[in-house]
């Protein structure tokens, strides 16, 4: 017959010539057992948990994902004799005061530990409570102090319309959408025009720097991260954190603008990553990043593109003489230049250097 404990005589040995329960009454796994609490925010009911802020609400209460934080925090919160193994959290229920809000999460949980090195892995199950304290999580908080938390700063090197403007701004604005609050509202807080671009205000630090980089990308800008002053707290003599700013950047010139870029012509077609042009001597597109475009430092040809008519081909189709509508005035050039026209083609275009460069269409 297997071998029965020595105190009680009912049960089979689990160690020590005890049974587990004998056992665990002179050799406990648990040495303190505590209440716990956690912040729940009185707005949107984001819960924080030791001082940092889920993406966890109270409504997922009971879910398999809160469940397995509040393990986490009593195997953290508890005090044990040696270490756990492994805690599991279950029967969750969220209790309400005389008010009928909610106080107190209740529920069971299995323990699976050891008193010491030596001794087999045991299960233990103990009630827990977790005192629900409010507060107001830092989106709200924001929110409500009418503050933000980080800048998205557009500039450009020239004077911006204001049409330009508020295209700008309904584009920041759909792409803060893409990147919600906890509670699903829009992260921009408020922006303001300026001559040479607009200040975005945000209320986190990553819509910022996301909006920031899908802006700059589109538009061909340079980002730059930096901070700006925030002031001081007073009852402490101390400056507050720094708040982050994204500067974007934009570039010196637009699509459809002719440059000399590195000794040749080229027009700006666009901007997505990178610098699309037209190089009028490879009669191809081109692409650059960025910054190498900007420390090649091109020069802008200021003409304006004028309106020229095909007249006719000659010498057997490599000249063409075009006319320039406004004045009548006709020249010759290389056919090549306006390849695909046909005599009485419209089309418009710059004189440069006794080269013809044909206008192509932005992207």
């Not at 209790?95 to 010491?116: F, H, K, Q």
């Not at 629900?132 to 090197?157: A, F, H, M, N, V």
């Not at 001597?281 to 095909?310: A, D, G, T, Y």
Request: proline letters at 4%.
């Amino acid at each position: 017959m297997a071998s029965k404990c020595i105190a009680c005589g009912l049960k089979e040995i689990f160690f020590s010539r005890l049974c587990q329960q004998c056992y665990l009454k002179n050799h406990p796994i648990l040495k303190k057992e505590k209440d716990l609490h956690i912040v729940v925010c009185n707005i949107c009911e984001l819960i924080s948990l030791k001082g940092h802020w889920t993406n966890f609400y109270l409504t997922d209460i009971g879910t398999i994902s809160v469940n397995t934080q509040l393990a986490m925090l009593i195997s953290q919160e508890w005090d044990f004799f040696y270490r756990i193994n492994q805690t599991k959290t279950h029967d969750i229920k969220l209790d309400e005061d005389v008010n009928g809000y909610p106080s107190d999460i209740t529920g069971l949980v299995d323990i699976s530990a050891s008193p010491d090195p030596f001794v087999p892995l045991m299960t233990i199950s103990r009630e827990f409570i977790v005192h629900i304290e409010w507060g107001e999580c830092s989106e709200c908080r924001t929110r409500l102090t009418g503050s933000y938390t980080s800048k998205l700063q557009i500039r450009s090197p020239k004077e911006v319309e204001e049409n330009h403007l508020e295209a700008w701004s309904a584009e920041i604005e759909t792409m803060g959408q893409s990147h919600p609050l906890s509670d699903g509202k829009n992260p921009l807080f408020k922006i303001n025009f300026l001559k040479s671009g607009l200040d975005a205000l945000f209320q986190t630090k990553p819509s910022a720097y996301a909006v920031g980089r899908t802006f700059a990308s589109k538009y061909g800008g340079i980002i730059s991260v930096t901070t700006e002053f925030a002031g001081f707290d007073k009852s402490k003599s101390k400056e507050y954190p720094r708040k982050p700013v994204v500067l974007v950047t934009l570039p010196e010139f637009d699509p459809g603008e002719i440059l000399i870029l590195n000794d040749k012509p080229i027009q700006i077609l666009g901007y997505n990553a990178k610098v699309e042009y037209w190089d009028f001597n490879k009669k191809n597109i081109e692409k650059v990043p960025i910054k190498s475009f900007v420390n090649s430092k091109p020069r802008l040809i200021e003409k304006e593109f004028r309106r020229f008519q095909l007249v006719n081909f000659e010498q057997g189709g490599k000249v063409a003489q075009i006319m320039d509508t406004y004045n009548f005035e006709t020249y010759f050039i290389d056919a090549t230049d306006i390849a695909g026209f046909s005599e009485g083609s419209v089309f418009e275009g710059i004189l440069f250097n006794g080269t013809f460069l044909l206008r192509q269409k932005n992207k």
